[in-house]
């Protein structure tokens, strides 16, 4: 009695060693408030990133059990549940001393549908467009927005089936997914041909009962929200990758999504050549004869002063170095070009119309005007 009890005990600290009391949430790198879909999140970012195959780190294998473990616990909201309240501990004495561990290899692929390996099939990346303000390309920014894709049925886990003995073996074809077909060509003579089961649909399995929430279609719609990193400085046409988050299938790897960023036109506003900016600003002819000292708030609300002391003419383009946009990778910015823009006035006061006629040819012409 004695010795089975101390036997009991050392399995039981066996199990606590083996699996390290490691807080699951922390495996997962997420709140104890996480919802069922970040909890998802975490489960597929993680598991491709410390996958054996891909990741070729001593300990990334041991890292991908954890992260299995940590999302078969959490994902099942009753032993969540158990695991909030009691532990690691509690689990186990819900299960009855013996924890039972899916193997995570197994888990990795129902997740993400097909094999992974060599021959893994890629879904279709799905290429974005996003026009986003020239501030945000200039001072670097992270834009919220939402993707509508598929995701694979979380109920039936892409499988289309109530449950794992809802899916049977399809006695049409054996599970092969073809047939042979004998046809008599001539007496005597036979063609033999292999055509795609028509009872399973070549699936090789035929589903009993259809998983109610997706209703056998295996995906569902989803709304998904990601958080884009927008880079100082981002070039045109600047792509942002977010690896396998592309429409899922359980017949393939999902693809990328993939955001292409530019820049809003904004009329009027600061438009953007490679690393230079540039600017149109009206100025009235006193200002263009004279003079002026003007201000122009910058694309990241610094106020830049516009200055110059003797005559512009129309179509001007001043430089303002290093006041262009930020040039990726490097630490400088490229050049602000103004270009001016004079505008006269739409009438002259008779006053001023003398005023300037003195001013201009010492107010001779505009008495010889008069005189005709
Ligand atoms: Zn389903
Ligand atoms: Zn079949």
Request: glycine fraction near 8%; charge should be negative.
């Amino acid at each position: 009695m004695a010795a089975f009890a101390l036997l009991w005990l050392s399995t039981l600290l066996l199990l606590a060693l083996l699996v390290n009391a490691a807080d699951l949430y922390k495996v997962l790198d997420i709140d104890r408030s996480a919802s069922e879909k970040d909890i998802r999140a975490a489960y597929k970012r993680l598991s491709r990133k410390y996958h054996p195959d891909k990741n070729k780190d001593e300990s990334a294998e041991e890292k991908f059990v954890e992260v299995a473990h940590a999302y078969e616990v959490l994902s099942d909201p009753q032993k969540r549940q158990i695991y909030d309240r009691h532990g690691e501990e509690g689990l186990k004495a819900h299960e009855g001393g013996h924890q039972h561990h899916a193997n995570p290899f197994d888990m990795f692929q129902s997740f993400f549908g097909a094999q992974q390996g060599s021959q893994t099939r890629r879904g279709p990346t799905s290429l974005m467009e996003m026009e986003v303000n020239l501030a945000d390309m200039y001072k670097g920014a992270s834009i919220d927005f939402m993707v509508k894709k598929r995701i694979l049925c979380d109920h039936c886990r892409g499988s289309g089936a109530a449950s794992s003995a809802d899916i049977h073996t399809c006695t049409g074809c054996n599970g092969q997914g073809v047939k042979i077909v004998r046809q008599q060509i001539f007496p005597g003579m036979f063609s033999q041909s292999q055509v795609s089961c028509n009872e399973c649909q070549g699936r090789g399995k035929i589903i009993k009962k259809q998983c109610p929430h997706c209703q056998g279609a295996k995906v569902l719609d989803h709304t998904q929200r990601y958080t884009l990193d927008v880079p100082e400085g981002a070039p045109e046409a600047h792509e942002i990758v977010f690896e396998g988050e592309a429409d899922e299938s359980p017949d393939w790897e999902a693809g990328d999504i993939v955001i292409r960023v530019r820049s809003k036109k904004d009329k009027g506003g600061f438009r953007r050549k490679e690393s230079g900016l540039y600017w149109k600003e009206t100025i009235s002819v006193d200002e263009a004869l004279l003079g002026f000292e003007r201000n122009l708030t910058h694309l990241d609300g610094r106020t830049i002063e516009l200055k110059r002391h003797s005559v512009t003419q129309p179509g001007y383009v001043q430089t303002l170095k290093g006041e262009g946009m930020p040039i990726q990778g490097e630490s400088g910015h490229g050049d602000l070009y103004v270009e001016y823009n004079v505008v006269l006035p739409r009438s002259l006061s008779p006053q001023l119309k003398q005023k300037l006629a003195e001013a201009f040819h010492g107010d001779t012409a505009a008495k010889g005007k008069d005189e005709l």
